[in-house]
């Protein structure tokens, strides 16, 4: 059918050399985008995808879409080879042909497109009614803004394939490497968590992709901001949730890893500290009664039996290791490991605690020979008060059971008559040495 409708004034001949120059240059524009989009790799994959969901529903709008592209393509370019045709007749078009190329080109066209199997969605741009009445531009604004709704999905598709598929089957064939190495270690399902969680992991990668290959727009986010088409990126929440589990899950086998390599020299260690445990309680112990036996009125702490739990701990640890039963030799080695150290300070804060009253009986007998020695270096050994206060002070540090409270008191009184008669004769010394110098 040809034009109709109002044309307006007829058009002069530059004015329809003019309109016929904007039209061809629109006609290459049009033919060239169409037929990239005929050959968009997305746009292959999806007409041979068994698809579903969003995608499914959207691929089958924009399948309508590009059939009614190619009507509109086909209707403007007829116009057009016929408006080309009647103005290549005559140099000098007359009347008539001016006005029959005023109606090619100002003119309607009738696009018939036939209707879509179910209803078309509310403002949809890339379809038309049947026996629509167009203009060329009309035609080259259905077709472009028809040409963007294809594209939209088209490459929307295509992004998500490109991306998710692809590191989908990476992080599969890490999971295989964890998978194995799990095993290598008796990480397996049922026995240790880790175990499980790689199977849930196995389980989602596999619904994941076959979700992505399926309905790609269900993970595609459209950039809200933007009006071009295709413009987004893949949402890869479960992919990235996916691939922090995995990577949970080996950081605990490359734990058990490093316990099943260094697993001897560690239990090696826990039976040193243990030991050294023991030996110091033992010390403490038997510190314990030399104090009692030595010591007056003195509060001595009691001192606890080794640590038979630990012992039981470590045997196990042995046994765990032996049967190379390493995800459960890992948490037994770091708590053994903690409570072994805590079990040597507690054990050595004990015997600090037990042998106090010795160190304090010592601490008097230095100071007690310390007065002696500088009463001596004045020449005041054989002052009577002093000895009768130094045998007295002696005595009781030296004796057993030695009262440390007298002793100490003992101690001070020696120390204060030391110092009474020390001072004196010091100030007298200098003010000698002074006359001597003047």
């Not at 499914?56 to 009507?71: G, N, Q, Y």
């Amino acid at each position: 059918m040809g034009p109709s409708g109002p044309t307006g004034p007829v058009m002069s001949r530059e004015e329809a050399d003019r309109a016929l120059a904007r039209l061809d240059a629109e006609h290459e524009a049009v033919e060239t985008t169409l037929l990239s989009l005929q050959d968009h790799a997305g746009r292959r994959l999806l007409e041979g995808a068994d698809l579903t969901g969003t995608t499914a529903r959207r691929w089958a709008e924009a399948e309508r879409v590009m059939t009614v592209l190619w009507t509109a393509y086909d209707v403007y370019a007829r116009a057009l080879h016929h408006a080309r045709e009647l103005r290549a007749r005559r140099r000098w078009p007359s009347r008539d042909d001016l006005a029959e190329l005023t109606a090619l080109l100002r003119g309607t066209h009738t696009l018939s497109v036939p209707a879509p199997d179910g209803p078309a969605p509310d403002g949809d741009a890339g379809t038309a009614d049947p026996d629509e009445e167009l203009t060329l531009g009309g035609l080259v604004a259905r077709m472009n803004a028809g040409y963007a709704r294809a594209l939209d999905v088209v490459a929307a598709a295509d992004s998500v394939w490109s991306a998710l598929p692809a590191r989908i089957d990476l992080l599969a064939e890490e999971l295989q490497r964890v998978r194995s190495l799990a095993h290598s270690v008796g990480v397996r399902p049922g026995e240790h968590p880790s175990g499980d969680e790689l199977d849930d992991i196995t389980d989602e990668l596999t619904g994941l992709r076959a979700e992505v290959l399926r309905d790609p727009l269900a993970f595609w986010t459209a950039d809200g901001g933007s009006s071009a088409p295709g413009v987004g990126r893949p949402d890869t929440t479960r992919y990235d949730a996916a691939a922090r589990a995995l990577e949970d899950v080996r950081r605990e086998i490359d734990a058990v890893l490093t316990v099943r390599q260094d697993a001897e020299q560690r239990l090696m260690s826990l039976r040193d500290i243990l030991s050294r445990a023991d030996r110091t309680l033992a010390e403490a112990r038997s510190a314990r009664g030399e104090v009692l036996a030595k010591i007056a009125a003195s509060e001595v702490p009691a001192v606890s039996g080794p640590p038979t739990a630990l012992q039981e701990q470590l045997v196990r640890a042995a046994d765990y290791r032996r049967h190379a039963q390493w995800h459960r030799l890992s948490p037994l080695l770091e708590s053994l490991e903690q409570r072994a150290e805590d079990e040597l300070e507690r054990a050595r804060a004990s015997l600090s605690a037990v042998t106090a009253p010795l160190a304090v009986r010592a601490e008097l007998r230095g100071r007690l020979d310390a007065y002696r020695a500088r009463v001596s270096r004045h020449g005041l050994a054989e002052d009577r008060m002093l000895m009768e206060r130094y045998d007295v002070a002696r005595r009781m540090l030296w004796s057993a059971p030695c009262d440390l409270r007298a002793a100490e008191d003992a101690v001070l009184r020696y120390q204060r008559a030391a110092q009474e008669i020390l001072v004196p004769r010091q100030g007298g010394a200098a003010r000698a040495d002074h006359r001597g110098e003047a």
